[in-house]
Structure formats: structure tokens, C-alpha cells
Nanobody, 124 residues
């Protein structure tokens, strides 16, 4: 069974940085696209960033553009999300997602595999 396991979340102050990791039980080279989504309490799941298998031009939500960087290391079967200049509104559970069919997309419906999520809390 395919597994995606996130790590790296935590409690930080506004302006701090965090790096999230998502390790896959299958070689990440097999995924056509991988991405990060987040969900804050009482809100719908929100797209954060996505990247293709060969790491081409990533896709970012406007709210994180210029602050977050998505990357992948196929040799380590790991997806990363570097988050800088964190804001309280970035507080959410962050989940990684993967697709074997579709390219990068804003839509969670295009990703067939999901991790359990890691909590990121940014205090003001």
C-alpha cells in the first residue's frame, strides 16, 4: 500500500521558517505530480503548491508565492515545502498529495494519494 508521510510541522512565530517533508513509500519518480495542500479549522482544503515529476516550473497559490518553495528529491523519495516569512494565516494542517495520472493541478481531485498531514501553527 502506498504511503505518504509528512513531517516537519510545529509551532513557530510570525516571520520564522519551517521545512516540511513528505516521504513516499514508492519512488517519487513514478509520480506524475506531487503537491501540498492545507486545511485550517472550519475552512476548506486549500491548494498550496505543486511540482511535476521532473521538477519543472512549480505552481503556487498566490497567498504563498514568493515565500514558499516546493521541491522534490527523487533519490530520497521525498517532497519538500520550504516555508519562509510565515504568517498566522498560514496556520493549518499541511498534507502532501501525489498523482500517477495528472500533471500539476490546483484541484485536490487530481491527486489520488494523500498523507495524514502535519500541523503548522504560526503565532503572532
Amino acid at each position: 500500500q502506498v504511503q505518504l508521510v509528512e513531517s516537519g510541522g510545529g509551532l513557530v512565530q510570525a516571520g520564522d521558517s519551517l521545512r516540511l517533508s513528505c516521504t513516499a513509500s514508492e519512488r517519487t519518480f513514478t509520480w506524475s505530480a506531487m503537491g501540498w495542500f492545507r486545511q485550517a479549522p472550519g475552512k476548506e482544503r486549500e491548494f498550496v503548491a505543486s511540482i511535476t515529476r521532473v521538477g519543472g516550473t512549480p505552481l503556487y497559490a498566490d497567498s504563498v508565492k514568493g515565500r514558499f518553495t516546493i521541491s522534490r528529491d527523487n533519490a530520497k523519495n521525498t517532497l519538500y515545502l520550504q516555508m519562509n516569512s510565515l504568517k498566522p494565516e498560514d496556520t493549518a494542517v499541511y498534507s502532501c498529495a501525489a498523482s500517477k495520472v495528472y500533471s500539476i493541478s490546483y484541484s485536490p481531485a487530481r491527486y489520488g494519494y494523500w498523507g495524514q498531514g502535519t500541523q503548522v501553527t504560526v503565532s503572532s
